[in-house]
């Protein structure tokens, strides 16, 4: 169940919001409601909801500022409910990344699309962050760096160069020959510091990249293969499925 709040300083919109629409069948709770920004802002805190409905002029602090003030902190999906249509209230929410603008009175079906879409929304991104964590497992860089500092300066150049020119074309030969050093020696480093081999590291940094790249929605397959460094796109489908068990066009869809 998604966790809704609702901040509304009319308590006639705000308890009928509340309390005549079926939450339940849209998937979603009510977990409090708050008459004012101020206190929104304490029961977003308190209660992290997934959506939070909020009026845009309330006693205190007003919508936009609540939002501003806790976005951050909370990443939860905001829809804005007023009366007002002024333009420059569009704009600042759009600025704020607000999922939907919707004016006062507000129509049911109208509110059900909304949280409908944004539902989908939010079961999207919990599946692109299980799979981000799942790419990510033993990638944790600042550990790798701390690591690196008490075992060797190459290692540290080498993440380095990992972060920086990874949708190049680049491995443990050539980033050797650059270092000076051999391939064999700075392999067995890279092992002994981070655990995985150097191209194992390379390819779930890749993925990452990947995941973040099509999560835009921007670009097709075979740019972001392009973007990460695998300039074969049957290379890109095969490595990112090892990583997440779906193929790039699964995670897509």
Request: proline content about 2%; glycine content about 4%; some cysteine.
């Amino acid at each position: 169940m998604l966790k809704v709040l609702i901040v509304e300083d009319e308590d006639i919109i705000r308890k009928g919001l509340a309390y005549t629409m079926d939450w339940m069948s849209m998937g979603c709770v009510i977990v409090g409601e708050a008459s004012n920004g101020k206190e929104g802002i304490e029961k977003i805190l308190e209660f992290e909801p997934n959506i939070v409905l909020v009026d845009i002029m309330m006693p205190y602090i007003d919508g936009m500022e609540m939002i501003r003030r806790t976005i951050d902190k909370v990443p939860y999906k905001s829809v804005i409910l007023t009366s007002y249509a002024e333009f420059s209230y569009a704009q600042e929410a759009i600025g704020l990344k607000v999922s939907d603008y919707l004016l006062k009175p507000v129509d049911q079906d109208e509110l059900r699309k909304v949280i409908a879409r944004i539902s989908s929304e939010i079961e999207k991104d919990q599946e692109v962050e299980k799979l981000y964590e799942k790419s990510n497992m033993g990638m944790n860089m600042a550990q790798f760096y701390t690591s690196a500092s008490n075992e060797s300066p190459y290692i540290t150049q080498m993440l380095m160069i990992t972060e920086q020119r990874f949708a190049e074309k680049i491995s443990i030969e050539s980033i050797a020959s650059e270092l000076g050093v051999s391939a064999s020696y700075l392999s067995r480093k890279f092992k002994n510091t981070t655990g995985l081999t150097y191209l194992d590291f390379l390819n779930k940094y890749r993925v990452q990249q990947a995941i973040k790249l099509l999560q835009q929605g921007k670009y097709k397959i075979y740019e972001v293969s392009d973007m990460t460094g695998f300039t074969d796109y049957k290379h890109f489908n095969a490595v990112f499925k090892r990583y997440t068990n779906l193929s790039p066009s699964d995670f897509m869809r």
